[in-house]
């Protein structure tokens, strides 16, 4: 990226109820832990080992981190669109200008075309998406016909730049 931004945004996961699951799972397990390991009480009917209630706890935890270290970053410069979605991609994907037959912003529906928010790939043939929140995105349509979706909270920003852009081709 060596040449001037002209459109920048990083989103983070916002659904308070996301958050709530993810928060009440990790504590009903810490609860467990503490009351099987730590007191020595067994923890429910049929109780997993201490090995295996850690485990499982460890593991919620490392989850609820990775949503909340979760952030899709979006740049748009003279040389194309770049796109990263931590903590999976550790280096911008690039895609250059020449190498889009369409782009558009379009209102989706996360659930219904691609099943969630985050990394997806649809089975319906709507492409891949990246995407944290809302219903807004920019897509992309390939030279050899791949499409991928990229969520913005932005969209009108991000049109009055395609425009510019698309308008004025060599800027």
Sequence with gaps: MNSPILFSE???FKQWWLWLILLAVDAL????????????????DNPMSDTGLC?????MLVITLIFGFSQLQTIITEEGVFVRLMPFHFRFRRYTWDQFSNMYI?????????GGWGLRHS?????KAYNMAGKQGLQLVFQNGKK???GTQ??????????KRILQPDL
Aim: glycine fraction near 12%; charged fraction near 20%.
């Design 10 to 12: 990083n989103q983070r």
């Design 29 to 44: 397990f810490l609860f467990g832990v503490v009351q099987q390991v730590v007191l020595g009480n067994q923890f429910g």
């Design 55 to 59: 485990i499982v706890a460890g593991m």
């Design 106 to 114: 379009r209102e989706y529906s996360p659930i219904t075309e691609y």
């Design 123 to 127: 089975i319906s043939g709507y492409g």
């Design 148 to 150: 991928l979706l990229i």
């Design 154 to 163: 932005k969209a009108e920003e991000l049109k009055a730049v395609l425009e």
